[in-house]
């Protein structure tokens, strides 16, 4: 309990306050900060378990986009191989237009490719595809492997199909560092919470 004159100080009274006044108000303050206490101790569970759930969650999501990654690579290397043992071969023509992409390495390496688009015809349908070179093609068409019943699944004769790729594994590093900066955030509020 505080004295006289911390709580004259306190609540800005005068001290011409009769004591009754005084004792009167203290014990108001003192059953409001109560109060407090008890809300406080009423919600800090549940805040903390909210706070826990919140962090399972983001660790459950932190999984799903690395499993995803995981399942993209799996259904590019089971549509190759399924394109390597039953696929059909054709011609294709490249299109005149191709992007130029250049990707620069950490080490200050780069590596240069142009991508293309190509075209071709199964039983007077015609299906598209896109592949990368190293350096400028010679000749207007290529071989292509596809698979006869879905042309629209496939490659360039000689190398990976590698087309499917989910949005969580193109940006999987961004999603990564904000599923982390959060779970940190949230590790931060929950120490506070239990420790303050």
Same mark, same amino acid.
């Given at each position: 309990?505080?004295? #006289?004159?911390?709580?004259?100080? +306190?609540? @800005?009274?005068? *001290?011409?306050?009769?004591?009754?006044? =005084?004792?009167? $108000?203290?014990?108001?303050?003192?059953? #409001?900060?109560?109060?407090?206490? +008890?809300? @406080?101790?009423? *919600?800090?569970?549940?805040?903390?378990? =909210?706070?826990? $759930?919140m962090i399972g969650g983001l660790t459950y999501?932190?999984?799903?986009?690395?499993?995803?990654?995981?399942?993209?690579?799996?259904?590019?290397?089971?549509?190759?191989?399924?394109?390597?043992?039953?696929?059909?071969?054709?011609?294709?023509?490249?299109?005149?237009?191709?992007?130029?992409?250049?990707?620069?390495?950490?080490?200050?390496?780069?590596?240069?490719?142009?991508?293309?688009?190509y075209s071709f015809n199964v039983n007077g349908?015609?299906?598209?595809?896109?592949?990368?070179?190293?350096?400028?093609?010679?000749?207007?068409?290529?071989?292509?492997?596809?698979?006869?019943?879905?042309?629209?699944?496939?490659?360039?004769?000689?190398?990976?199909?590698?087309?499917?790729?989910?949005?969580?594994?193109?940006?999987?590093?961004?999603?990564?560092?904000?599923?982390?900066?959060?779970?940190?955030?949230?590790?931060?509020?929950?120490?506070?919470?239990?420790?303050?």
């Open positions: 309990m505080l004295s #006289r004159s911390v709580w004259v100080q +306190k609540m @800005s009274l005068n *001290l011409n306050s009769s004591d009754k006044e =005084l004792e009167k $108000m203290i014990a108001e303050e003192e059953e #409001r900060n109560l109060k407090s206490a +008890k809300r @406080s101790k009423r *919600l800090k569970p549940l805040v903390v378990t =909210l706070v826990i $759930m999501w932190i999984y799903r986009v690395l499993m995803a990654t995981s399942y993209d690579a799996k259904i590019n290397e089971a549509v190759d191989a399924r394109l390597n043992t039953h696929g059909a071969k054709t011609t294709a023509e490249l299109d005149r237009v191709y992007n130029e992409v250049t990707t620069i390495y950490k080490g200050g390496g780069q590596y240069k490719r142009n991508e293309y688009t349908e015609t299906y598209s595809g896109e592949g990368s070179f190293m350096g400028s093609i010679k000749s207007p068409t290529i071989n292509v492997v596809y698979d006869p019943e879905s042309p629209n699944i496939n490659k360039m004769e000689n190398t990976s199909y590698s087309r499917y790729e989910s949005l969580s594994s193109m940006y999987q590093g961004t999603f990564l560092l904000v599923g982390v900066v959060l779970i940190l955030m949230l590790l931060g509020i929950l120490w506070r919470i239990l420790f303050s």
